[in-house]
């Protein structure tokens, strides 16, 4: 079970921090990562980090903005959210995969969202 929190509403250029807590699962045996989506828009990855913390994989859209990071003694992936625009406005999802980290089809593990609100 993947549970996110940390959602909210942020202004422009403002940051969040988003947390997801793993249960019923080797934590440490997967990669974890965070995708968006936005009303009518497709589900879209945002963020990868590999199980032994040495890799990590960004959208271009938030390389330099958005910083993902794990914790497995508290089986827990974080995704900081600095320099926020309208447009990262979306339901992020965390999820933890055996294979791959850049596409949705890797992953096997889904939470269920939590909403990100960015105020133009």
């Known amino acids: 079970q993947l549970v996110e929190s940390g959602g909210g509403l942020a202004q422009a250029g403002g940051s969040l921090r988003l947390s997801c807590a793993a249960s019923?699962?080797?934590?440490?045996?997967?990669?974890m990562g965070w995708f968006r989506q936005a009303p009518g828009k497709e589900r879209e990855f945002v963020a990868g980090i590999s199980r032994s913390i040495s890799s990590t994989y960004y959208a271009e859209s938030v390389k330099g903005r958005f910083t993902i990071s794990r914790d497995n003694a508290k089986n827990t992936v974080y995704l900081q959210m600095d320099s926020l625009k309208p447009e990262d406005m979306a339901l992020y999802y965390c999820?933890?995969?055996?294979?791959?980290?850049?596409?949705?089809?890797?992953?096997?593990?889904w939470g269920q969202g939590t909403q990100v609100t960015v105020s133009s």
């Open positions: 019923g699962l080797t934590f440490s045996r997967y990669g």
């Open positions: 999820a933890a995969s055996l294979f791959g980290l850049r596409e949705a089809s890797d992953y096997g593990y």
